[in-house]
């Protein structure tokens, strides 16, 4: 039990410093868009490549 809140609160702190960017995704939307509330992706797939490419280039946002 030690261990698991041992784990919990390092899980916690080590997510305190995260910090993951925004992206938008509406019916209205267009897949080239930049994915940001006034031009948001028109489907989930490309907010996940989006999503996919900012981690490879370890960018938290636009």
Same mark, same amino acid.
């Not at 390092?10 to 080239?32: E, R």
């Given at each position: ?16 410093? +995260?910090? *993951?960017?925004?992206?938008?995704? #509406?019916?209205?939307?267009?897949? !080239? &868009? ?8 028109? +489907?989930? *797939?490309?907010?996940?490549?989006? #999503?996919?490419?900012?981690?490879? !280039? &370890?960018?938290?946002?636009?």
């Amino acid at each position: 039990m030690r261990k698991v809140l041992w784990m919990t609160g390092y899980i916690c702190l080590c997510l305190q410093y +995260t910090y *993951a960017g925004d992206i938008y995704v #509406a019916p209205s939307g267009n897949d !080239l &868009n930049a994915g940001t509330t006034a031009q948001p992706k028109a +489907t989930l *797939a490309a907010a996940m490549r989006q #999503a996919r490419e900012w981690r490879r !280039l &370890n960018k938290s946002c636009c």
